[in-house]
């Protein structure tokens, strides 16, 4: 059974940063894309990063970056420069998309539950 558990997330103020883990188990984070998306209330899911299996990266803006632990099998997502607008429910994911759909959630095969959050002073 694959399982992926995110953690991290809370309250932050504006221009802080924040990293989200996220711990897999069933699977081995390695040999899959790794995605993080977000959600707010009422929007669709919205693509935030991706590391592929051989490294490469996207992401929607510089501020983030997407770190792989593959003795830990767990992977983060590191955020700088928080604005209340990155307030959301953040999800890691796991698949294999093509490299040209790395931005499309229904690419993953695996998604956590979703950690929540809220940056506001």
């Known amino acids: 059974q694959v399982l992926l558990v995110e953690s991290g997330g809370g309250l932050v103020q504006p221009g802080r940063s924040l990293r989200l883990s996220c711990a897999?188990?069933?699977l081995s984070l390695s040999t899959y894309t790794n995605g993080w998306f977000r959600q707010v209330p009422g929007k669709e899911r919205e693509f935030v990063g991706a590391r592929t299996w051989n490294g490469n990266t996207y992401f929607k803006e510089g501020r983030f970056d997407i770190i792989r632990d593959t003795a830990k099998n767990m992977v983060y997502l590191e955020m700088d420069a928080l604005k209340p607008e990155d307030s959301a429910v953040y999800y890691c994911a796991?698949?294999?998309?093509?490299?040209?759909?790395?931005?499309?959630d229904s690419e993953y095969d695996y998604w956590g539950q979703g950690t929540q959050v809220t940056v506001s002073s």
């Open 94 to 104: 796991a698949g294999r998309p093509p490299g040209s759909r790395v931005r499309v």
């Open 24 to 26: 897999a188990s069933g």
